[in-house]
């Protein structure tokens, strides 16, 4: 409660929120202001934005109606950012809880897998999982949680380093308390905080990076997304650049919002600027 | 005498929202050459802001709002940055409680002091290089040479501590301010830190104004001392009358509250033992295969103790010597490499992890810092209501017991409800041994349980933990580095040191007749140990 009122405070943090709820409203009326499929043809091609009442976004290469994308593409990037970061922050977690917990063999077997995946660059690790494993946008989804866990997994061990040796852990076990409550039940809230600010910089990188993938055409096809709409207009993004601006102006946009509001959440959980 | 610092009617105020207006209130103090005035308070107390007010070094939004400070004629308080700059240090030194923190691990001792010089001299630097060996000599430091070029971490705290010394002497300041400079210390080492200041003062004439919370050191030390509560002074004075003849109740409080260094009528203990401890040895090993980055540390060292039922054992050393590694060998927070822990006819050292979580119900542990030892995410009601709850009673009847349990410890049963941020650390104190005996546990092993507290809090849990001892028939394993509260509370004293017990026997006879040197070492660095505090009479004990 609290850190929630340290939250508002802050004007950047306010920014962020009201950014956050707008791409969250865009996502919740995409149905209702556009019913029909957004990528079904809807009329000439290549109409620039505001020159035609029906489509006030302009059409893109084949004719679809960029405002609808743009609309149901919030649907798409909010569900995958959050999907994923899900998935990331569980795994990393798990990983970093037990790494931290127990140490000596669990933490150094548990580490070097860590590392092996950070050495490899996480994007070039997404192409491969989507390549093997076909691009619906199930598996985008879950290849992005799992490039994803690394810095969450360090980030999460760091902390049980520090909370492990504290004594009320310790009074824990003198109690006969289980391994398991310990971490999970005792520890984890107390180490909850950075993890959950972290988060939103998953998420942020989560929805860049399923644009990526949709600009490579490597993204499912059959999805509204934001990197599908400027993978197509990348064909003319010389002459029709609005094509591939405006999705690009809204990626920019939702994840101005959620760091913002990470950068907020940091601020607010953080236990050293409480007193100011 | 001639007075050097003279503080008038002091008022610092704290910010808004702090627990009161003023962190210092009207207080007026004088400090005259060639003297230690000892400012002796509690936590809370405002003597620390005292120093801060001296040195222009208040925390944001603490200030100064009326008296004056003066020292040499002028008004510290109306000194700007830049002309306090050209006081702190060269006319008036201070050393810090925490050596470690207070010096640059990266840069060396004989750098850091020669800073004194290059800042506020014109010494050129082999001067400055033999002016520093003459100041590591005079504080008693070995091999002046080699410790001019050591880093900090390769001193040992003592050392560290005799080289701030040397920093805060190095340009003959008037005035010594000394914020509780033997706390962090062993107490032998602090026998022998307060032994230095005292020497160098008389040799220099220093006015020390020596900020304590320690009435031993006051008794060592001090030729005057103040007596700070909640930020007024309530009594100040000379040394012998106050520690001999204190007027102000709160005074009188604080004296009664310090344990005397005689033990008490031995009480009669049964022989039948509960715990015995036989041949326990821990050995912590670290570094790589190769033999050149490998130390071992042998933590204990083949310790034999005993235990009688209905007793307190209480195990005394300084640190490193062993003692913590020993309690928690007990319960098996660590893996004992041998040796045999018997509580009653079970061997704990070699139960499975499952099996000593059944055990657990029958020895529990108290923890050394109220702030750490609870889960800050949880109730209070709660973290008693775990180990019950842990060992198969249902969550209501273990919260209805945890209630009792507070009731037991002198806590309001109603504050179960409450977070730990919310009790003061006697309190938190109290729910930790709450949280011990909520298991109804046979023997209690307390590692340094009333070390972080303020002594007039500290006596109040003692008498808590003799009370219970005796209502509830608990053994007791008492883990301390103060002798006054060893003598005070145990039957039998073990003396550890480096890992081995030295000495075990009778309390009476400990402290009576020690059979080894460092027993012995040990009792005559106690600080004020030749002081026998009034007869605690009537004396009733402050609110905390």
């Known amino acids: ?276 | 005498m001639k007075t050097v610092l003279s503080i008038e009617g002091l008022t610092v105020a704290l910010p808004p929202g702090a627990d009161r207006p003023h962190a210092l209130e009207d207080v007026s103090l004088a400090l005259s050459a060639n003297e230690i005035l000892c400012v002796v308070g509690e936590s809370g107390s405002g003597k620390s802001m005292m120093t801060g007010a001296l040195l222009g070094l208040l925390p944001e939004g603490v200030r100064a709002t009326a008296g004056k400070i003066l020292f040499d004629g002028e008004d510290l308080l109306t000194l700007g940055d830049a002309a306090l700059r050209k006081i702190r240090g060269a006319r008036i030194g201070m050393v810090f409680q925490e050596p470690m923190t207070a010096l640059n691990p990266l840069r060396t001792i004989g750098d850091q002091i020669a800073e004194m010089f290059r800042t506020h001299t014109d010494l050129v630097s082999a001067e400055i290089t033999q002016r520093v060996i003459d100041l590591l000599r005079d504080v008693h430091i070995p091999h002046p040479e080699e410790a001019r070029r050591a880093y900090p971490h390769e001193l040992s705290g003592g050392q560290r501590q005799r080289a701030m010394i040397a920093m805060a002497l190095a340009l003959e300041p008037r005035v010594l301010i000394a914020d509780e400079p033997t706390t962090a210390l062993d107490v032998t080492t602090q026998a022998q830190i307060l032994k230095l200041i005292r020497e160098l003062q008389q040799r220099k004439g220093t006015a020390v104004l020596f900020i304590t919370h320690d009435f031993g050191v006051v008794a060592e030390i001090a030729d005057r001392v103040a007596v700070m509560q909640r930020g007024r002074l309530v009594e100040a004075g000379r040394a012998e009358d106050i520690l001999k003849r204190p007027q102000h109740l709160y005074t009188k409080a604080l004296i009664a509250a310090v344990p005397p260094l005689v033990p008490p009528p031995p009480k009669a203990v049964t022989a039948e033992p509960i715990l015995r401890i036989e041949h326990v040895s821990k050995t912590y090993r670290k570094g790589g295969l190769w033999s050149r980055h490998r130390r071992v540390t042998h933590a204990v060292q083949d310790a034999n103790l005993v235990l009688p039922r209905g007793g307190t054992l209480g195990i005394v050393g300084e640190s490193g010597s062993g003692k913590s590694t020993l309690a928690r060998c007990i319960v098996r927070l660590l893996d004992p490499d041998s040796g045999s822990i018997h509580l009653g006819g079970t061997d704990l050292a070699r139960l499975s992890r499952s099996a000593m979580r059944e055990q657990t119900r029958r020895i529990q542990m108290v923890f050394q810092d109220p702030f750490a030892s609870l889960n800050p995410r949880r109730r209070a009601g709660e973290l008693v209501a775990q180990g019950p709850i842990i060992h198969g009673e249902t969550p209501a009847k273990a919260l209805a017991k945890a209630k009792d349990m507070f009731a037991l410890v002198g806590l309001d049963p109603d504050a179960t409800e409450r977070y730990p941020h919310e009790f003061s650390g006697g309190q938190r104190q109290r729910i930790g041994l709450a949280r011990a005996l909520a298991l109804e546990p046979e023997v209690l092993v307390a590692d340094e349980p009333v070390s972080a507290l303020d002594v007039s809090v500290q006596a109040q849990v003692l008498r808590l933990l003799a009370d219970l001892r005796s209502r509830l028939g608990l053994s007791v394993v008492f883990i301390t580095h103060d002798l006054r509260v060893a003598a005070q509370i145990c039957d039998r004293i073990a003396v550890m040191k480096s890992g081995v017990v030295v000495e075990e026997g009778r309390t009476a006879e400990v402290f009576g007749a020690p059979r080894h040197s460092y027993t012995r070492a040990l009792l005559a660095s106690v600080p004020g140990r030749g002081w026998t505090p009034p007869e605690r009479s009537d004396v009733l004990l402050a609110a905390p």
Request: proline share 5%; with cysteine; charged share 15%.
């Open chain 1, 1 to 276: 409660m609290e850190a929630l009122k340290r939250l508002v405070r802050s004007p950047a943090a306010i920014a962020g929120l009201v950014l956050l709820l707008l791409v969250i409203g865009m996502a919740l009326t995409a149905p209702i202001l556009f019913p029909k499929d957004p990528l079904s043809l809807a009329g000439r091609p290549l109409q620039w934005p505001f020159t035609n009442a029906r489509f006030w976004l302009g059409t893109d290469t084949t004719g679809r109606d960029i405002a609808a994308q743009v609309f149901h593409g919030a649907r798409v990037s909010l569900l995958i950012g959050i999907v994923a970061t899900l998935l990331a922050i569980t795994i990393g977690v798990v990983i970093g809880a037990v790494a931290g917990y127990y140490g000596g063999f669990v933490d150094d077997g548990l580490m070097r897998i860590t590392e092996a995946f950070q050495t490899l660059p996480n994007f070039l690790l997404l192409l491969v999982l989507v390549a093997v494993f076909a691009s619906d946008i199930k598996t985008v989804t879950i290849a992005i949680g799992l490039v994803s866990w690394p810095a969450a997994a360090r980030l999460t061990r760091a902390e049980f380093l520090s909370l492990r040796s504290r004594e009320f852990v310790e009074a824990c076990r003198t109690l006969g308390m289980r391994d398991l409550q310990i971490i999970f039940r005792e520890i984890l809230p107390n180490a909850l905080p950075p993890v959950i600010v972290y988060a939103s910089v998953i998420m942020a990188v989560a929805i860049l990076l399923e644009s990526a993938l949709a600009f490579l055409n490597l993204s499912d096809p059959n999805i509204p997304s934001w990197g599908n709409l400027i993978g197509t207009g990348r064909s003319v993004l010389r002459t029709q650049w609005y094509v591939s601006a405006i999705p690009g102006l809204a990626i920019l946009l939702t994840v101005l919002s959620v760091s913002l509001v990470g950068q907020g959440l940091n601020d607010a959980l953080n236990p050293r600027l409480k007193r100011r």
